[in-house]
């Protein structure tokens, strides 16, 4: 049966306004939305058309948002719910990662109660898609991708997703190739992997079978890429070299990306420009230690695609993180000194997979007949006031399901 709403006086950003010499407010519409199918089919004003026994939702004037995106996280890792612990000493990454697996087989919580968890906090924060990397490799086997599936398929909440089969050991280390496969067929889209140049030992080798097996299955890559200097220099020169050469063009990410600090000059224009016209996307979770964060304004003006995640949240590797996509998204704005409201407006994009309510130009670009009925609601008067202020979200809908 199909199920038509109409969400009933709803507060829709149309334009800047300038009243001091500067943008310093947006200016707000009262709309009426009619979803049906999970998408928003009619935009109204003045008033509400006859429902004829359809379900209305009076939003008493507060304002529509697109909702949320995380874009890195987690699933399998997290230890909420648990008592508290520090991570334990690691003397580097392969120390930490190998006893990652044994500490998290441990926990007195089952895995998918844990994913819940954290599911349930991020979604308090406005988030409804997830994209997941999820460690697969011959120490877990699949383990975790099924303990991750079953966590989302038994969630009391429709959600959107992707996973990630992260063979996090080492791509032609922990020799994962074949499990990478399986997961492929097995529920997972995209193929993760970390520092091939210095885990793997042959940054060109592991590529060239990462993007293989992506062809061969039609499948994003997102690479966790945390290298300096000339191991991250190299792993980036390469996969945009394989990205134009796949034609695998918006269909590959670098996490972190932590190298694109170390080009310089006319080099690091031709990279930050090859970047943006492979439609090559950068995700970045707003670390603060210093000299660490990627360029993210800079590569913008580029035209690279940019996407904030939260990543760790309380796991084996920080005992910190909160699962507040809104609070990474406020650092991003302290840390690169967005400070108009057209350029917060602007910011609300790298967690929305690039949606925004205005375009740069202050002309409204969203909601639209037509678009997914993903949204959330605010007593914010604006995106820029979301953004720099963090103000609640009241409720949340996934095409046209109520999440919260």
């Known amino acids: 049966m199909t199920k038509t709403q109409w969400f009933q006086n709803v507060s829709v950003e149309t334009g800047f ?3 001091k010499g500067y943008v310093n407010r947006a200016k707000l519409e009262t709309k009426h939305l009619q979803v049906q199918d999970g998408k928003i089919i009619k935009i109204v004003a003045g008033e509400l058309p006859a429902t004829a026994g359809e379900e209305v939702i009076d939003m008493k004037g507060q304002l529509i948002l697109p909702g949320l995106v995380e874009k890195h996280c987690h699933l399998d890792k997290t230890k909420l719910g648990t008592d508290f612990e520090p991570v334990s000493p690691a003397k580097n990454i392969v120390e930490r990662f190998e006893s990652e697996i044994s500490q998290l087989n441990a926990l007195k919580i089952a895995p998918e109660k844990r994913t819940e968890a954290l599911l349930d906090i991020e979604i308090d924060h406005g988030v409804s898609f997830f994209r997941s990397h999820v460690d697969v490799e011959p120490a877990c086997g699949l383990d975790y991708l099924e303990n991750v599936k079953r966590a989302i398929q038994k969630y009391k909440h429709p959600i959107g997703y992707e996973l990630i089969a992260f063979p996090q050991h080492g791509f032609l280390r922990s020799e994962s190739q074949s499990l990478v496969r399986q997961a492929l067929e097995n529920g997972a889209t995209i193929i993760g992997g970390v520092d091939p140049y210095t885990l793997d030992q042959d940054y060109k080798k592991s590529l060239e079978q990462t993007f293989e097996i992506a062809a061969e299955y039609q499948a994003g890559i997102d690479l966790h890429v945390h290298d300096r200097d000339e191991a991250g220099k190299a792993t980036i020169k390469e996969i945009i070299r394989l990205t134009k050469a796949y034609n695998w063009q918006d269909k590959v990410s670098i996490s972190h990306a932590f190298g694109l600090n170390d080009f310089t000059g006319e080099e690091r224009k031709t990279v930050f420009q090859a970047l943006a016209d492979e439609k090559i996307h950068i995700i ?3 670390p603060i230690t210093p000299n660490t964060i990627p360029p993210l304004v800079e590569l913008q003006s580029y035209g690279v695609p940019v996407h ?14 909160d699962g ?5 998204l406020a650092r991003y704005g302290e840390l690169f000194g967005i400070k108009t409201l057209e350029g917060m407006t602007a910011s609300l994009g790298l967690v929305t997979n690039g949606i925004t309510t205005l375009n740069p130009a202050g002309e409204p670009a969203w909601p639209f007949e037509g678009a997914e009925a993903t949204f959330l609601f605010t007593k914010a008067n604006s995106s820029a006031e979301f953004v720099a202020r963090q103000t609640g979200v009241t409720h949340s809908y996934y095409q046209g399901e109520k999440i919260k």
Not at 308 to 321: H, K, L, M, T
Not at 324 to 328: D, F, H, L, R, S
């Open 284 to 286: 970045s979770s707003i």
């Open 324 to 328: 507040n996509i809104q609070e990474k």
């Open 17 to 19: 306004i300038n009243e």
């Open 308 to 321: 904030i995640g939260c990543d760790n949240v309380y796991d084996s590797w920080s005992a910190y993180g």
